[in-house]
Structures are given as structure tokens and as C-alpha cells.
């Protein structure tokens, strides 16, 4: 690939006491694409996102950002980078309504000390419709009164309101409905085809190979293959998942 990634790690390692989570790790985000990272239960994938969020720096290892190697101690400065996000549990509160979700703790503030109501409202339906979002009723609609693909797409339309650049979004189908997953895999796309880096971590192989460009799979905190979406299988992906070759025996710290 000509373009070099948005995203790169390379060798990245994290322990938690004896127990090795990641294991000299590389892994790669470009913009315009969406890059699936899969694997089992306790393959390393939460710990690799963890990293990259700033929750779990890394213990050994070097992270690229826009071709610049950075540092990322803590997710303010993840998020002063232009990487956001996106839990599984969706970090919204039910009692607020669309507009103020999305800009909770980044309010904007007019003169004297009050809220800028018209222009936040303003901000929200801007970035809602450059995501083609058109199933939210109102904007100052509860989140309580929204369904789950509906609070998944205000999830996401928060992230990318704040010039991000790379989205990461955690399980964003799990738990939903068909005609919900459909909607956010056609967001999820939508992100990539706007020219932002999106990594989507799913146990759901169908839905990853309906929107994913590469897959990375990770296996007992190692990374033992990345896959071309469009040149594999599930078999394949599979196959990896369960049986891919290791570079050492996985439990504990391995020193050198």
C-alpha cells in the first residue's frame, strides 16, 4: 500500500504482573479504511485499544501517529491526537436529550457563562446529516426514547464531531436487531468513505466482512495473521482465530 498508516504500532508489548497480555504486537490503521480486529476471548484485543486510548500505555514498543512517533499517556491526549472511542456500553446518559449527549463535557459556552444552545443544536445536526444519519426523529429527543441502533449512531456521531481522525468502535452491532446492525455497518462505512481511520472490533464475522478492508487477528496477545477482507475466507479467519501460529508460548513474562 503507497500511503503510509494513520495508525502504526510496532512491537508493542503489555503486561499485567506475570501475566503477558500483548505480546510484541504490530498493527496498522490507514484512512479511508476499516480495519477489523478479531480474535477470541482474552486474544489481547481490549488491552491493544486500551493502549491506543491512553488507559494501558504500553510497556515496550512504538506508536506512530500521522507518521510521528508519539507517546500516549492517558485519553486526553489520545483525544488531542484525533482518536476516539467507541465502548460497547456507549458512555450516553438516558435522562439527556441527542444534543446535549454529544457535546457532554465540551459544551459550548456564550457570554455570560451560558450555554450556547442554538449553536450546539446547530453543530449536532450538522454532523448527524454529513453521516447521513436519518433515523433520529429530533435532536432534542431523550436518548432514553432511542432504539439501539439509534444510540449507536449518536455514540458515533459524537466521536467524529471533534476532528478525529482515527475511530475506534468496540462491539457496535452486539445486541441489535437486523435492520439495526444494518444501520450501523452502513455508518460504519460511511466513516471510512469520508476519509476517517476506523478500526472495528466485532466477534461477528459477517458483519466484518460486509464493511472491513483488512482483518487482524489476534491470538493469546500475539497478532498472527492480517488478511486482505476481499482476498480471504471465513474458514480462513477462523482458522486464524483458533490455531495460528505463535511466536512463543503465551502466560507469562517472557524476558529479551
Request: hydrophobic share 45%.
Amino acid at each position: 500500500m503507497a500511503q503510509e498508516p494513520l495508525l502504526q504500532l510496532k512491537g508493542v508489548s503489555k503486561s499485567f504482573g506475570a501475566v503477558q497480555a500483548l505480546y510484541r504486537v504490530d498493527f496498522a490503521a490507514y484512512r479511508g479504511e476499516v480495519m477489523a480486529l478479531v480474535g477470541d476471548n482474552g486474544a489481547g484485543k481490549s488491552t491493544l485499544i486500551k493502549g491506543v486510548a491512553g488507559i494501558y500505555p504500553f510497556d515496550e514498543g512504538e506508536v506512530y501517529f500521522d507518521g510521528q512517533p508519539v507517546q500516549i499517556h492517558n485519553p486526553r491526549e489520545a483525544s488531542a491526537l484525533g482518536i476516539e472511542v467507541v465502548y460497547q456500553d456507549l458512555a450516553l446518559a438516558d435522562n439527556l436529550d441527542v444534543v446535549a449527549n454529544m457535546f457532554l463535557g465540551r459544551e459550548m459556552i456564550q457570554k455570560p457563562w451560558r450555554l450556547d444552545e442554538a449553536a450546539m443544536e446547530r453543530k449536532a445536526l450538522e454532523t448527524l446529516d454529513s453521516l447521513a444519519v436519518t433515523t433520529i426523529r429530533s435532536v432534542r429527543q431523550p436518548v432514553a426514547e432511542l432504539s439501539g441502533g439509534q444510540r449507536q449512531s449518536i455514540a458515533v456521531a459524537k466521536a467524529v464531531m471533534w476532528n478525529s481522525k482515527l475511530v475506534i468502535l468496540d462491539e457496535p452491532t452486539a445486541a441489535l436487531g437486523v435492520a439495526q446492525t444494518r444501520q450501523v455497518l452502513d455508518l460504519v462505512r460511511r466513516l471510512a468513505d469520508n476519509g476517517l481511520a476506523v478500526v472495528l472490533i466485532s466477534h461477528n464475522l459477517h458483519d466484518i466482512f460486509e464493511v472491513a478492508d483488512r482483518i487482524t487477528v489476534l491470538r493469546l496477545g500475539q497478532n498472527v495473521k492480517e488478511f486482505i477482507a476481499a482476498d480471504t475466507t471465513h474458514e480462513e479467519v477462523v482458522h486464524a482465530i483458533t490455531a495460528g501460529a505463535l511466536r512463543h508460548v503465551p502466560g507469562m513474562v517472557k524476558n529479551g
